[in-house]
C-alpha cells in the first residue's frame, strides 16, 4: 500500500503570513460589531443628557466622556496585552464597554444625567477596543505595508460605524416594544454588539499576534514586560523624536475631530434636524473617517508618513472653516464632517503606523497605549472645551479654535520634519 501523500510543512515565513491573514480577518471581523456599539451610543448621547440634563453646556460632556473612559482604559489595555498578549486586551476593553451600556439603560430609565455619564466612560471601552486592534494588525506585519495593514482594520470599522448611527431609531422603536423607556434602546443594543465583538476576540483571535512575534523575535515574557510601564514608555518616546512628532499629531487629530463632531448632533438638533437627518450626517462623517482608510495606509506607505500626516491637516484644517461658516446650512456641515472624517483617517493612520515603526517590539505596548492615552485626553479636553464655546459664543468661533490648533500643529510639522522614506 502507498501512504497518502503528506502536505509539506510550513516555513515560518509562510506561517507567519498566514497567521497575519487570520488575525486580520478576525480583528475586522471585531471592528465591524464593535463599531455598531460604538456608533449607536455615539449617535444619542449629547442628544439624551441634553434632554436629561437642560443644558448644552453640559451636553457637551456627553463625549468627554466617552473619549475620556477611552482613555482611562487606554492604559489597562495596554499592560494586559503587554502581559498576557492583545487578546486579553482587547477583551478587557470590550467587557468594559458591555458593562458601560447596561448602566446608560439604567440611567436613562432613572432619568439621570449623572450616571448616564459614568456609563458613557465605560462605554468608552469600545472605542479603545477599536484603538486597540489596530496596533495589533501590525505585530506580525511586514515594516513596508505596516499602514496598509493598520489601514485595513480601521477600514473594517466602516460598515458597524456608518450603519450603527442609523440603526439608532429603529433600536430605539424597538427598546420601548420590549419595555424600555425611549433612547435606552440604542444602548441596549449596543451591548449586545459588544458582547458580540467579545466573543469573536475571545474565541477566534488564535494564535495571539503579539505573543508570536515575540517568539519569532526570541523575546521572552520577562524581557517583554519592560514594556508594560509609563515610565518605559516616556523614556522610548525622549529617544525617539519621530514617535514624539508622530504621538502630537494624532493627538492634534483626534482633539480637532472629537471637538467638532461631539457638538454637531446638538447644534442640528437645536437647529431643527430631526433624528434621521443627524443620523445621516453622522454617518457620513464616519464614512469620511473609515471608508478610504487603506488608500491612506496604501499612501502612508509609498509615500511616507509625514506627508500623509501634513495632508491630515490640510484637511481637518478645511473642515474647521467650512464648519465655523455653515450657519443653518446642513450641506455645509455634512461636508465639513466628512472633510473632518478624511483628516482624521490621515493623522490616525499615518500616525499610528509612525509610532509602531519608529520603538522596538519589547516596548510597542507601553508606547501605543500611552498614545491612545494622550490622544484621549486631549479628545476628552476638547469636547468638553467645545461645549463651552459652542454654548457661551457659538459653532462658529468652535470652528475658528479648531483651525487655529490645527494650522499651529502643521506649521510645526513642516518646520521639524526631516526627509522620510516609505
Not at 439603560?105 to 477599536?130: D, E, M, Q
Not at 523575546?219 to 517583554?224: I, P, S, Y
Not at 454617518?283 to 487603506?294: D, E, F
Request: aromatic share 4%; charged share 10%; net charge positive.
Amino acid at each position: 500500500m502507498t501512504s497518502a501523500p503528506t502536505k509539506p510543512a510550513l516555513s515560518s515565513s509562510d506561517r507567519i503570513r498566514h497567521v497575519q491573514r487570520r488575525t486580520l480577518v478576525v480583528l475586522s471581523a471585531a471592528q465591524i460589531v464593535g463599531g455598531v456599539g460604538v456608533a449607536v451610543g455615539l449617535a444619542l448621547s449629547s442628544v439624551v443628557v441634553d434632554e436629561l440634563s437642560g443644558s448644552t453646556v453640559i451636553s457637551g460632556f456627553a463625549g468627554t466622556a466617552t473619549v475620556l473612559g477611552a482613555a482611562l482604559l487606554a492604559l489597562p489595555t495596554a499592560r494586559a496585552s503587554g502581559r498576557s498578549g492583545r487578546r486579553a486586551g482587547l477583551s478587557l476593553a470590550y467587557v468594559a464597554a458591555l458593562a458601560g451600556c447596561a448602566i446608560s439603560v439604567l440611567a436613562i430609565s432613572l432619568r439621570t444625567w449623572p450616571l448616564l455619564l459614568v456609563g458613557l466612560v465605560l462605554v468608552g471601552g469600545g472605542s479603545a477596543g477599536g484603538l486597540a486592534a489596530r496596533y495589533s494588525a501590525t505585530d506580525l506585519s511586514p515594516r513596508d505595508r505596516s499602514a496598509r495593514h493598520l489601514s485595513l482594520v480601521v477600514w473594517a470599522a466602516t460598515i458597524g460605524s456608518v450603519a450603527g448611527p442609523n440603526l439608532a431609531k429603529p433600536a430605539d422603536q424597538i427598546g420601548m416594544r420590549l419595555g424600555l423607556v425611549e433612547k435606552a434602546g440604542p444602548f441596549a443594543f449596543a451591548a449586545l454588539a459588544f458582547a458580540l465583538a467579545l466573543v469573536v476576540i475571545i474565541g477566534f483571535l488564535r494564535p495571539d499576534p503579539l505573543t508570536l512575534a515575540r517568539e519569532v523575535n526570541g523575546e521572552r515574557d520577562a524581557d517583554a514586560g519592560r514594556g508594560r510601564t509609563i515610565r518605559t514608555a516616556w523614556q522610548t518616546l525622549r529617544t525617539t523624536p519621530m514617535a514624539r512628532r508622530a504621538l502630537v499629531m494624532i493627538a492634534v487629530s483626534h482633539t480637532a475631530m472629537v471637538s467638532v463632531m461631539s457638538m454637531t448632533p446638538v447644534k442640528l438638533h437645536h437647529d431643527g434636524s430631526n433624528l434621521d437627518v443627524i443620523g445621516l450626517v453622522i454617518s457620513l462623517h464616519i464614512a469620511g473617517m473609515y471608508v478610504m482608510s487603506p488608500v491612506v495606509g496604501w499612501l502612508a506607505d509609498k509615500a511616507g508618513k509625514v506627508p500623509v500626516l501634513l495632508l491630515g491637516m490640510a484637511l481637518l484644517l478645511s473642515a474647521a472653516v467650512l464648519a465655523g461658516t455653515a450657519g443653518h446650512r446642513v450641506w455645509q456641515v455634512t461636508a465639513a464632517l466628512v472633510l473632518l472624517g478624511l483628516g482624521w483617517s490621515c493623522g490616525l493612520v499615518a500616525g499610528s503606523a509612525l509610532v509602531t515603526e519608529s520603538v522596538p517590539l519589547d516596548r510597542r505596548p507601553a508606547v501605543q497605549g500611552l498614545s491612545d492615552l494622550l490622544m484621549n485626553v486631549c479628545g476628552a479636553t476638547g469636547t468638553i472645551v467645545a461645549g463651552a464655546i459652542v454654548g457661551w459664543l457659538g459653532f462658529g468661533m468652535l470652528g475658528l479654535v479648531v483651525g487655529v490648533m490645527v494650522g499651529l500643529a502643521a506649521l510645526w510639522l513642516a518646520a521639524t520634519r526631516r526627509p522620510q522614506h516609505p
